[in-house]
Structure formats: structure tokens, C-alpha cells
């Protein structure tokens, strides 16, 4: 498929789905409603920030998805996978436990510096030229560490109402979300996009490992920075309002990768505009079920991109041992 | 840009954090003709070229190429004059063969020349044989196939420098001299080529000059019949070994561990 139609059927199929997310209500079905002012309040007021902020949640996660598995040579790389979003959820919470909430863009840079923590540690600690399934492993251990830790911090939870605010970070949802976040996001996923897209030409270079791809020029060094600043800005402020939505970054650059040749620099735009496509679509389904306690997001995205998780890692250890 | 000039290693050491493994070495390499490195396991033939590169610290003297010092250069432009043939170079990805070609073109991106770029790619395609496979992924291409896409992809930078790391390991005899006489017709164009061997016949017949670094760490240099003498090889390797003559042409037997 020529990359243009790529571009244009996945920019489609996202103008379809923001429009049909603004005609979605919670547990109202899809209709068209009068437009009177209070339609136009909840399309404002309500429906506009959420859908918008599924959409920069997904073009980011499938970004970052996209990025880390070009520089990492690794199919199995994802925020979510490789402990990043738990630890920028970690920083949200503690944030949250320390009342630090009370200044709101406390918690943007509480679950960035979370996220740029978890990068640091996941680099120091395996490197970069590690096989595929050690840097899964430490990703493991990573997202063990940040759950311990978060539940160590409900558990001291001075009040229920506490707890239940604090869980909100382990379940990622676009629920109640209004301009404040929009506006709390928008400048770190602005950077950290930017960043991020501007280090996909070197990906390519990067297929040819680490010694190659110095030799054609690329820094490691400023790789690595942009990369990890990068993914820790667009990442952390996501998850610091959204909270965790695990599985998009991995399942998506997956998808589209035979249909970009293979080619890393190549995935990256598509892979945001269809993660954001999907993550609009998905936050469609969990207001489509009927009504009661909504079904999260984060919860969905799990159940979905789990089992899709192992049957790659199945797939990927069979590749591994035939070469 | 700087063909035919000589690359010259001034008292140089090079190693990884503070520990010398290439120690002092005065090096002059022509342009026009192959150079092979060789050495037993570990006396840091691999070193000799990834200080070059700047992938090993380079902890005393200068690599010149003509006057300019290749330490201090700038990224792009180093891309732009050393390319770099890594040993078992693979492709991660099962990209199209052509794309991984084209790959070493990126130190040009900047200021790219499309028709420039088009004829060093066709140039190298057809000089490393991998023309006719062009659109095929690298991933189900044999071993001896994906080393020339590689061969190849060094090619594209065309550089006045190729540093080549056993280029030659694990393919077969037929494929062993095809890639050598490739690369002594790329060194014809002035152009400054050093391979990394483990077959000192490879470097008796492809190779003008030789550099032989022993256990010790002590090198020795200069035309490839002198430097790959019955007794040098048996300071290097430990090996005593047959010489004998085919047509005028010198060959090297290792023949047992002394």
C-alpha cells in the first residue's frame, strides 16, 4: 500500500471516529442531538476534552511504541510494557499522596519526572544492546516495583475518597476529563512529539545496530536524549491525567509494520494518527456498554493487549532462535 | 573529496575506558590498494579499526587523513569519509534490499543530491552482485547473499575510507574471493581500504600491504609478502607453516601449533 494511502485511510478513519465520539454520550448511545445550549455544553464542556484527549493519548502511545521499537530493535518495546507509564503513574500518585494536586501542573511534571526515572533506570541498568526479552524483563521488574510501590501508598491512604482518586493512575480512563487537562498536556506532548518525530530518519540507520549506525553518523548520544526526554514528556503528562492505558503502543506500530515496508522511519506518523484512532474507538466501545459503572479504558486496552502480548512474545522468541 | 590521500596513524593508542589494546601505533595506509589487518583472537585488530571510527577511546596521537585530523570531525562529515563494513552485519528489520542500500546514504541527507545519491546506490548494487535481488527482504536472503546487501550498503556511502571487519566470515570459498576482488576494485579508485582477515591466503593475494599485530601487542607493517613471513606468522599465531609458490604467487600453509 502506498504510504499516502496509508496516511489518508488512517486520517479518515480518525475524522470519523472524533466525529462519532461527539455524538457518543455515556450510556446514550450514538444520536444526533438538537442543537440547542445544552448540547452545545456537553459537546463542549464534556464530550470535545475527552475525545481530543484520547486522541493525543493515542497518537503519543503509538508514537512512543513506534520510536522505542525502532531504537531498541525490539518488537516487544511499549511505554506501558517497559515500566515507563507505571512509573509516570507512580509519580502521580505519590504526587496525589503529598496533596501537591492542590497546584494542578504538579501533576503533569510529577508523572514526567516518574516516567524520565523509569528510563533512566531501564538504560543504566540492561543498556541498549541487550537481547529483546532481557529488556522485556527489566521492563517487568520495573512495572513490579511501581505497582508495589503505588499499592504500598493506598494502603497508607489516609481516607477511602483517597484510595479511590489514587486508582484512578492504575486504570487509565478519559472520563471527567475537561480543557484543564487539555491544557495541562498540551505543551509537554507538543515537546516531547516533536522530539520524538524528529529522531525517525536515524531509526532506520538504527536496524544496522549500534556500531553501523555510528559510522553513518548518528549520535548515540543524542538518540538517547531525545528519545528518553521524548517519551518521558509526551508519556508521563498523558498518563499523569489519563492514567495508564497499557498494550496501544505495542499492538499498534505491530500492525502497520508490513504495511510500511518494515521501514522504522516510516511508521512512526502512521502509528500516531492510528493509535489515536484507536484509542478514540475504544473510549467509543466503553460508553457504548450500558449504563453503571463505566468499564475503563485502561482495563480494556489490557484485557485486549495482553493476550496479544504473548502470542508475540511466542512469535518473537521463534524468530530469535532462528537466527 | 580527499581521494588518493594517505590515512596516517600517529603514535596512536587506542582502547576502551583507560586500558591501551592497539598501544603506539605509526601507521601510513596507501590509497589504491587493500590493506589487511590480521592478528591471532583478541590482539585488537577490531580496536585498530573502531578507533578510527571513533568507536573506541582514542588515548594518545592523531589519525590524519591528508591534513585533516578524522578524530575531530564532525559526525556527518566522518559518515561522510570513513565507511564501515561491521563484522556479521545483519539488518534487523526484513527490509527491502534496496532500502538498506540506500541507508548508506544517510550522511548526505542533509544536503542530498538525488541523482547522486541514485547513481552511488545502482553503483554499489552492482558492484557488490545484488542488483537483481533489489526488492526482496533481507530476511530471506542466504548468508553469503545478505553479506554482499551489507557489502553493498558500505559501498553507497562511497567514501574515500572503508573499513572493512571480517567481511569474509562465514561464507563460502567462491564467495569468500568474490567479495575480496570487489573490494580490490573498490581501492582502485584511490580509495583507502583495510579488511580485517583471519585467511592469511585472502591477504597473500587480495592485499598489497598488511599490518600483523602480534599477542604482544607489537605491529608489524609493510607489503603483504613481507609481513606474512613463516616466522612472523609464528610470533603471531603460534602456528609453524608451509610456504609455497603457485604461478609467481606466494600461499601460506599454518601447519601445526608449535
Not at chain 1, 509516570?88 to 526515572?117: N, R, T
Not at chain 1, 495508564?244 to 503502543?249: E, L, N, Q
Not at chain 2, 566522518?78 to 545483519?90: C, F, G, N, V
Not at chain 2, 545478505?146 to 567481511?167: F, G, I, Q
Amino acid at each position: 500500500m502506498s504510504r499516502n494511502l496509508l496516511l489518508s485511510a488512517l486520517t479518515l478513519g480518525l475524522l470519523v471516529a472524533v466525529m462519532v465520539s461527539l455524538l457518543t454520550g455515556r450510556g446514550a448511545g450514538i444520536s444526533i442531538p438538537a442543537w440547542d445550549w445544552q448540547t452545545q455544553l456537553i459537546l463542549w464542556e464534556i464530550r470535545l476534552p475527552r475525545t481530543l484527549l484520547a486522541a493525543i493519548c493515542g497518537a503519543v502511545l503509538g508514537m512512543a511504541g513506534a520510536v522505542l521499537q525502532g531504537w531498541l530493535r525490539n518488537p516487544l518495546a511499549d511505554p506501558g510494557v517497559l515500566g515507563i507509564s507505571s512509573m509516570a503513574a507512580l509519580g502521580a500518585v505519590i504526587a496525589m499522596y503529598f496533596g501537591l494536586f492542590a497546584m494542578s501542573w504538579m501533576l503533569p511534571v510529577a508523572g514526567i519526572v516518574g516516567a524520565i526515572l523509569g528510563f533512566w533506570i531501564l538504560i543504566t541498568m540492561i543498556g541498549r544492546e541487550s537481547g529483546i526479552l532481557l529488556i522485556v524483563l527489566a521492563g517487568a521488574a520495573l512495572n513490579a516495583f511501581s505497582a508495589a510501590f503505588t499499592a504500598l501508598l493506598l494502603n497508607l491512604a489516609p481516607n477511602p475518597f483517597a484510595v479511590q482518586d489514587m486508582l484512578f493512575w492504575l486504570m487509565g480512563s478519559f472520563e471527567h476529563r475537561s480543557h484543564e487537562h487539555l491544557m495541562l498536556v498540551a505543551l509537554p506532548v507538543v515537546v516531547g512529539g516533536v522530539m520524538l518525530y524528529r529522531v525517525a530518519p536515524a531509526l532506520d540507520v538504527m536496524a544496522l545496530g549500534e556500531k553501523t549506525a555510528h559510522s553513518l553518523g548518528v549520535s548515540e548520544r543524542r538518540m538517547l536524549w531525545s528519545i528518553g526526554l521524548g517519551t518521558a514528556l509526551a508519556v508521563g503528562a498523558c498518563v499523569s491525567v489519563a492514567g495508564v492505558i497499557g498494550f496501544a503502543g505495542l499492538v499498534v506500530p505491530h500492525l502497520l509494520r508490513p504495511l510500511t515496508q518494515w521501514q522504522p522511519r516510516l511508521l512512526v506518523l502512521p502509528s500516531a494518527i492510528a493509535g489515536a484512532l484507536l484509542l478514540v474507538s475504544a473510549d467509543i466501545l466503553v460508553r457504548l456498554l450500558p449504563p453503571g459503572q463505566e468499564l475503563r479504558i485502561g482495563v480494556v486496552t489490557a484485557l485486549l493487549g495482553g493476550p496479544f502480548f504473548l502470542w508475540l512474545l511466542k512469535h518473537v522468541r521463534r524468530a530469535e532462535v532462528e537466527l | 573529496m580527499s581521494f588518493g590521500q594517505a590515512l596516517l596513524l600517529d603514535q596512536v593508542s587506542f582502547g576502551y575506558r583507560d586500558t591501551a589494546i592497539v598501544r603506539e601505533a605509526n601507521l601510513r595506509f596507501r590509497p589504491g590498494c587493500v590493506t589487511a589487518i590480521l592478528g591471532s583472537n583478541g590482539s585488537g585488530k577490531s580496536t585498530l579499526l573502531k578507533g578510527i571510527l571513533g568507536l573506541a577511546n582514542c588515548l594518545q596521537g592523531r589519525v590524519l587523513l591528508g591534513d585533516r585530523d578524522l578524530l575531530q570531525l564532525a559526525d556527518a562529515e566522518r559518515a561522510r569519509t570513513i565507511a564501515y563494513l561491521e563484522q556479521q552485519a545483519d539488518c534487523h528489520w526484513p527490509m527491502p534490499v534496496a532500502k538498506v542500500v540506500e541507508l548508506g546514504r544517510f550522511p548526505y541527507r542533509h544536503h542530498r543530491i538525488p541523482e547522486e545519491d541514485q547513481q552511488a546506490i545502482s553503483r554499489a548494487m552492482e558492484i557488490a552482485d545484488v542488483t537483481a535481488m533489489s526488492g526482496r527482504p533481507v530476511s530471506q536472503l542466504s548468508g553469503g547473499e545478505r553479506t554482499r546487501v551489507m557489502l553493498a550498503r558500505a559501498l553507497a556511502v562511497d567514501a574515500p575510507v572503508l573499513l572493512a571487519d571480517e567481511p569474509v566470515a562465514g561464507l563460502d570459498p567462491q564467495h569468500q574471493l568474490s567479495v575480496m576482488q570487489h573490494l580490490q576494485a573498490w581501492s582502485a579508485d584511490q580509495r583507502i581500504v583495510l579488511v580485517v582477515l583471519h585467511d592469511l591466503n585472502l591477504a597473500l593475494k587480495y592485499c598489497a600491504d598488511s599490518v600483523l599485530i602480534t599477542p604482544e601487542g607489537q605491529i608489524l607493517s609493510g607489503p603483504t609478502a613481507e609481513v606474512v613471513t613463516a616466522e612472523n606468522v609464528r610470533k603471531a599465531f603460534g602456528v609453524s607453516s608451509l610456504l609455497g609458490h603457485h604461478q609467481g604467487q606466494p600461499y601460506i600453509l599454518p601447519w601445526e601449533v608449535d
